[in-house]
């Protein structure tokens, strides 16, 4: 049975700060900051700073990137932070790249690490790279000064063998503690080196208690009230891929070590091997729950790679898709977050408006879940004659719906004592840990990336963001509850200003042809060979580009490193889930058992994308 709610009106927003159409830049003498002037700043500031150090500067596609040696990172991180004119006060992502094979001009350096850093005062980008010496593989730690570099890094470290000297946990993080070898170096096979058959891992101190040591009580059980709990894999909330070890001090909770990689697969080290097409069913596997958003950024990141515009009607197709799915996204999310904590009438109201819209998925794109509907350059296919019957009946019922949903928990006693003051982060530290989406706007922090760096034509729609002030569960649940409201009025929007016209670019060496003239035209099937085969289909000119999208739990982002083949020499996935998770421990600190579950709920973890 599920929670009755106390109130008899439907709960409105209208308090909220709310934010609406940002400036894309901030002002200056009454003008926006062009990027260029940014970019231009960044770079005269470095090199005035650190002179010979900064070894290059350059620019592809709209994004900058600064490089210089491994020992000189750190000094240059601090300074891009702490500058007033910079104050770049987001660390984005760290990643690595291994240029061993690569033909470009990268003499005497394997790894490079990739620092990709926002300012929030100047909604800008920049990149640094960092030069790492094969023979030590060592690096300043950037965790002194972001929280949000710990997970990064580990994954860097775990994958690519880098230490990042003064890590405060510098341990795997996805592959077994006793794994030997570092999957993402080029002299790592595709096919893995036994990943399988490593299982229980070889030191025998490892299992056990892992505070142990650190207990004031020496360890003593009649001494001490504190206990080890493993929560998870199996526990219903963890949905079968999450383990948590807590540490309790009576019945709070003291310490937390979030343990993940039960679903590590590689994905990242597929996109190696996958031409750019054939990688976008790769990305469905990912977050699952919106795969078409997945499949758009990854789509996006390609064609600003490669110059390429898509059509009009292919835009408008993409957002609404994007919408809906965040919509969907956000519908499981509920259902399975109500459920954990109680609530179990929620749960069959937001899988029914799911299955609605997976009607509407299968009705575009042939299939309910992994649907790999994008294409570099367009989408696969036109949508059918009926969508638009399909899109307006959907929007015109659903609010009904969500306000079913707002009267059994928004104002329920049981759900706001379940929620109010439970896991609850600032809005300095959602910036230092690299929160982003709900979880970091029901801190405060307004920032989503449809209005700060609009893209797909999102600066033409009417909508606003919600914004809480807790940072708490209950305010993140708030936050996504007038998300859905705000995702109808985008679609309802685009859906009525569908234009006509083509679904993909016109060029034949990009876009497959049609079938009927593959199996009717020989010039229609060269180009459909030709297009297909890696050695001669798709090949982006060498570079990198970074494109982040707003996915339903935040930031999602590519970062692809071309070498001018057909393949991506490296693809990076920077994974909204990944990131807002290692803030855990802080959230459950001093909480009970019970509310991890409502804390792990409001966070939306999908393990699909946590691993990759």
Known sequence: MGLRSEATEKQTFNDWPRLGQRMPMEKKNGSPIAHTDVDNLTSKKLEERFGEDVLEVSGSRGDRTAVCEADRASDMLAFLRDDPDLAYDRLSDVTAVDYSEYPGPHPGTRFNVVYHLYSHPHNHRFRLRAKVDDRTCGIPSACGLWKGAEWPEREAYDMFGIRFEGHPDLRRILMPVNFKYHPLRKDYPVKGRGERDVIAPEDPGFEGNPFEGDDPAGGDPLASERMVLNLGPQHPATHGTL??????????????????????????????????????????????????????????????????????????????????????????????????????????????????????????????????????GGLGWDVPDNFHELVTDFTAQFPRAAGEVDRLLTRNRIWIDRTKGIGVISGEDAIAWNLTGPMARGSGVNYDLRKAEPYLGYEEYDFEIPVGEKGDVYDRYLVRMEELNQSVRIVEQAVNHLPGGAVKVDDAKVILPEKDAVYTGMESLIHHFKVTMDDHGIAPPPGEIYVPTESPNGELGFYIVSDGSGAAYRLRVRPPSFMNYQCFPQLAHGHMVADVVAILGSINVIAGELDR
């Open 243 to 376: 383990r948590l070890t807590l540490e309790l001090d009576g019945e709070r909770i003291s310490r937390c070590l979030p343990d993940i990689g039960y679903l590590h697969t590689g994905f990242e080290k597929l996109g190696e091997h996958h031409t750019y097409n054939q990688w976008v069913t790769v990305t469905d596997r990912m977050n699952y729950l919106s795969p078409l958003c997945n499949n758009i950024g990854f789509a996006m990141t390609v064609e600003k790679l490669m110059g390429l515009e898509v059509p009009p009607r292919a835009t408008v197709i993409r957002v609404i898709l994007s919408e809906l799915s965040r919509i969907a996204d956000h519908m499981v999310w509920l259902g399975t977050h109500a459920l954990d904590i109680g609530a179990m009438t929620v749960f069959l109201y937001t899988f029914e408006q799911r299955e609605r819209l997976y009607d509407i998925f299968e009705a575009v794109t042939g299939t309910r879940l992994t649907t790999s509907y994008t294409r570099v």
